[in-house]
């Protein structure tokens, strides 16, 4: 289990760019005209870990086994989509099927890159995204309650509709809803409930600094995620092998790559977790939610397992790596045995044991 992250915005912002830089392909392709990506291009990007790296060499595993995330490439938005203009639909339909957002916009000049709206304007084009978004899920919303005549919603869920419409009415599309109301929401789908970060497009010389519509975009949007990436220096570090690519970065100050910001931030935003599986045959990442427990995990590999759950041997890769190996840390007393009521934690390695 990964995730999925949809690149939108508006047309001619370096989506396709980012995609291509992102999941080092060029299958998007990137072009100075609107909806020049119709269908969505999709990207599966390993989520390199070091800490899989040495459970592998000290298990001497044949295989190693990194989680990974799923970047969608969605065709640009335009005002009136929610009505069907451009590939309104179209362009929904597809942010309906990823778990995050990702919301690039323009922070560079240029005058051989044309905007849409033909000026710079990231709060605009932000705003653009955000109001049709709204207006699509009202869209759904008083659709589903026309049609509950036939008495088809229970009494919470109508409940639940009338609160987020009322919120959307306002142009409020913040996520104050608890989990099960947003699994309802989500269920229908109610596009505004999904994590979203927001991704700044930015010259060369502006990265390390960002600029004044950088600043813009933070300051008005200071509780959302805000990043700031140049699409073509992130297109230029993953055309490079390991050794340039670190070279390069030391030179033009960047410490971490979009890639893996993005990959953090994600995490983060819908709070996962990460454990692994180690042995001689395969060492394997596995992504959770953050308070798993244990019998739940176990069905992330198998969904047998969750039901035939005995017990878990639980150790952190920190003290796996520290002894070197399972055996290690069991005479060392560091392996633990966990029932079903245990959390699983961000990092550990866990040996399920499972009736058969």
Not at 139 to 157: A, F, G, H, R, V
Not at 162 to 179: A, P, R, V
Not at 314 to 333: D, L, R
């Amino acid at each position: 289990m990964g995730f999925k992250c949809g690149i939108v915005g508006l047309p001619n912002v370096g989506k396709s760019t980012l995609f291509n830089a992102l999941t080092a392909s060029k299958n998007a392709e990137a072009a100075n005209f609107p909806f020049c990506t119709i269908d969505p291009n999709i990207g599966i990007v390993d989520v390199i870990d070091k800490r899989l790296d040495k459970l592998s060499d000290l298990s001497k595993s044949k295989k190693k086994i990194y989680t990974n995330i799923t970047f969608v490439d969605i065709a640009g938005l335009v005002k009136g989509a929610s009505k069907g203009e451009g590939l309104g639909n179209k362009f929904l339909a597809h942010i309906r099927e990823v778990d995050a957002i990702i919301h690039l916009v323009r922070c560079f000049d240029s005058d051989k890159i044309t905007h849409v709206n033909s000026k710079i304007d990231p709060i605009n084009d932000l705003e653009v995204i955000k109001t049709e978004i709204i207006l699509s899920d009202i869209d759904i919303i008083q659709k589903k309650l026309e049609k509950n005549k036939k008495k088809s919603l229970k009494t919470e869920e109508i409940e639940i509709l009338e609160k987020k419409l009322d919120k959307l009415n306002k142009g409020d599309d913040k996520t104050y809803d608890n989990k099960n109301e947003i699994d309802f929401l989500s269920s229908i789908g109610i596009l505004s409930i999904k994590p979203k970060i927001i991704v700044c497009n930015v010259s060369e010389e502006d990265l390390a600094k960002g600029n004044k519509y950088t600043e813009q975009v933070k300051t008005k949007y200071k509780n959302e995620k805000v990043l700031i990436i140049c699409a073509d220096i992130e297109d230029q570090i993953m055309g490079l092998d390991k050794s340039e690519r670190e070279n390069f970065m030391k030179e033009i100050g960047l410490d971490k790559t979009g890639l893996n910001q993005l990959i953090k931030e994600g995490y983060e935003l819908l709070n996962l977790d990460t454990f692994f599986t180690s042995g001689p045959e395969e060492s394997r990442a596995w992504t959770i939610e953050k308070n798993t427990l244990a019998p739940k995990a176990a069905k992330v590999i198998h969904t047998d397992f969750e039901k035939n759950f005995i017990r878990a041997e639980a150790v952190s890769s920190e003290e796996f790596i520290k002894y070197g190996s399972a055996e290690k840390c069991k005479e060392n007393g560091k392996l633990r045995i966990e029932g079903k009521d245990y959390i699983v934690k961000d990092g550990d390695v866990l040996y399920f044991r499972v009736n058969p």
